[in-house]
């Protein structure tokens, strides 16, 4: 089904409060832009059954489709599926096919569904289940005969947004007119201002359309429209390895990941200012076990001596936040967990311990792998959490250039 545009509603006391950052916009907004699809409103509406209607028409059109994030789930505030079926005067009812998902996901573990789970079942009528595979509401569909919309109700947990907005969008058969090829590049380690300067003073995009989605230590780059195609591969050979990725997907723990196991690689890693976020990132990739041999956190100068034996002069000499440090660290995760390559990650995340030679956001990064190594300084800006995720982006982009070396 072809729709003019699109439009998001949130739902949720929280998010108006400003208890918590809305961080389900970017998820959808990508799935129905990869169907060409325009975002053209958004709207934010309490958990209550007026607010909601309230916002609900405020979003409504012919041909428009309105994606819901919030109010799906077996609580008394999750109202959002029973306040759809009112404003639109339609009954409201346990549906079988999506009280069998429900109850599918409590015997899956071995446990009896509770009553209140059974509330996660009930949709307006009409409307269509969509599996969860990150949680247990079903995702909803509701189309609306006559004008041409639709309603997509998702929960309002981000990766159960992650895992059922595609899935409902595509039970929708959601199309829109903007539909065209999209290039994407995924690159660690350049400023999304430093990029942008680069691409147009070698004038590099081929006149293509250009978007750019950044995030800690990395930007995504769109190129879309005519010269799509020339600007995605212009940039991409200009950029060598800082590019980890040729597409929207893959994250670059799961990169690394692919490029550790192809060559029969194990890795160790050493942190202090990243305090296990590194490792974190790593694990957090399935099948990690087969080539993560695991970690050290050493936050004091004494656990970077005596677990890894960096050296009194090292630290003396040049401090904890050096490029001397960072490559002892190195050696000594990869020395102790008897692996092939290594990551160690160095600095000051703020906000304070910086100094006029090393201020905030001064990180220093060291990675070994195939007899090559390699010591970089990276100055992050933003918060602490920004620099520590920064950090660990950029490290395990810094490996990955050392593996592209190696198979060369």
Not at 176 to 191: H, M, R, S, Y
Not at 245 to 250: D, F, I, K, N, S
Not at 253 to 263: I, K
Not at 328 to 356: F, H, K, N, Q, Y
């Amino acid at each position: 089904m072809e729709f003019a545009d699109a439009a998001i509603l949130l739902v949720g006391d929280e998010v108006l409060s400003g208890r918590v950052r809305d961080a389900n916009i970017p998820t959808v907004a990508r799935e129905l832009s990869a169907r060409g699809i325009p975002v053209s409103r958004a709207g934010v509406a309490p958990d209550d059954p007026a607010g909601i209607a309230a916002v609900l028409a405020s979003l409504r059109s012919d041909r428009r489709l309105i994606v819901t994030t919030g109010g799906l789930g077996p609580t008394e505030d999750d109202l959002t599926p029973r306040a759809v079926a009112a404003a639109l005067g339609i009954g409201f009812c346990e549906d079988p096919e999506a009280l069998g998902m429900v109850l599918g996901k409590y015997s899956a573990r071995g446990v009896e569904c509770p009553r209140s789970a059974r509330a996660q079942a009930w949709l307006p009528e009409g409307a269509r289940p969509v599996d969860n595979p990150a949680g247990i509401a079903p995702g909803i569909v509701l189309t609306l005969a006559g004008s041409g919309e639709c309603i997509v109700m998702l929960p309002g947990v981000p990766r159960e947004v992650e895992g059922l907005a595609g899935p409902c969008l595509d039970a929708a058969g959601a199309s829109g007119p903007g539909l065209a090829e999209v290039f994407c590049l995924k690159i660690w380690g350049i400023p999304e201002n430093a990029l942008m300067d680069l691409i147009k003073s070698e004038d590099l995009d081929g006149g293509a359309s250009l978007a750019f989605l950044p995030s800690p230590g990395q930007v995504e780059l769109s190129f879309r429209g005519p010269g799509a195609s020339a600007g995605f591969e212009a940039v991409g050979a200009r950029l060598g390895s800082a590019v980890f990725a040729r597409e929207r997907g893959p994250l670059i723990e799961q990169v690394l990941g692919e490029a550790l196991a192809e060559r029969g690689f194990t890795l160790a890693t050493a942190e202090s200012c990243t305090g296990g976020l590194l490792g974190g990132r790593i694990t957090s990739v399935p099948g990690s076990s087969g080539w993560y041999h695991g970690g050290v956190v050493c936050y004091s100068n004494d656990l970077k001596r005596l677990a890894l034996g960096v050296r009194s002069s090292t630290l003396g000499a040049f401090g904890a936040v050096s490029a001397e440090t960072a490559m002892e660290m190195a050696e000594g995760a990869g020395r102790l967990a008897g692996s092939d390559a290594a990551l160690a990650v160095t600095g000051i995340a703020g906000p304070g311990g910086d100094s006029p030679e090393k201020p905030v956001g001064t990180v220093w990064i060291a990675a070994i792998a195939g007899g090559r190594h390699e010591v970089r300084a990276f100055r992050f800006g933003g918060t602490r959490a920004t620099v520590r995720d920064a950090a660990c982006t950029c490290a395990m982009g810094l490996l990955l250039g050392l593996l592209a070396e190696d198979e060369d």
